[in-house]
């Protein structure tokens, strides 16, 4: 167990629908990271939030918003969703603003499978 | 683009032999590189890792070979085990930036 909490395991949504895939990272850690891994393809970092802050955007469509509150949860809000949008998204936390090398390793969740139909 | 290459989606190892995953990258700004072992349904676990100051890093039965000048790293297992089943991803990163890149994994599987 990573300590990383997602949820809903899974979603199944309609195209043009809205979700928001929730993420509790590791007691204590300040960053998290979010990640799309679409079939056959490594993850994507999408972004990454510390404290509360937004410190780096990745491959995130303008469609996908996420945010970090004040108790260092996350959320991950994609709208008007696409077929292409079906993956699996993982949320990764660590305790430093580094990005998981050194001493600060990545600890992931076990991820959302999102379904569009 | 592609910056962490594995091109080898799957392995098949019998138990008790040396498991050889290897991955490649394209970026020579990387100077950090990690493995992350996959089961179903899990989120990736940290394996092992190296800078790009050492060409070997070892961990029990896991060794990570980096070789800078071809842009190749390589996971060793010895002896593998039937636990080790899983999917293993290769990623690298710069120091500083905020951005893991990852490979699109190998799915080993060992045989009893």
């Known amino acids: 167990d990573s300590g990383v909490t997602q949820t809903p395991k899974h979603l199944i949504t309609a195209t043009g629908q809205r979700v928001t895939l929730r993420c509790s990272p590791r007691?204590?850690?300040?960053?998290v990271y979010w990640y799309q891994q679409s079939l056959d393809q490594g993850l994507q970092f999408l972004i990454h939030y510390y404290n509360g802050e937004e410190r780096a955007k990745g491959n995130i469509l303008e469609r996908f918003s996420a945010q970090q509150f004040p108790d260092l949860h996350s959320e991950l809000n994609l709208s008007s969703l696409e077929l292409g949008d079906s993956a699996l998204y993982f949320c990764?936390?660590?305790?430093?603003?580094?990005?998981?090398?050194?001493?600060?390793?990545?600890?992931f969740g076990n991820g959302t499978r999102l379904t569009v139909t | 683009d592609q910056q962490v290459k594995q091109n080898s989606p799957s392995l098949s190892v019998q138990e008790g032999r040396i498991s050889i995953l290897n991955c490649d990258y394209t970026n020579s700004m990387f100077d950090y590189f990690l493995w992350y072992k996959k089961y179903p349904a899990e989120g990736p676990t940290f394996l092992i890792s190296i800078s790009s100051i050492k060409d070997k890093n070892e961990d029990g039965r896991f060794t990570v070979f980096l070789n800078k000048s071809a842009k190749h790293l390589s996971l060793h297992i010895v002896p593998s085990q039937p636990g080790d089943s899983a999917v293993y991803f290769c990623a690298a990163i710069q120091t500083g930036a905020n951005n893991l890149f990852f490979g699109t994994g190998t799915r080993l599987t060992v045989i009893p």
């Open positions: 990764a936390s660590s305790e430093e603003h580094g990005t998981g090398i050194g001493d600060s390793p990545l600890h």
């Open positions: 007691s204590g850690d300040l960053s």
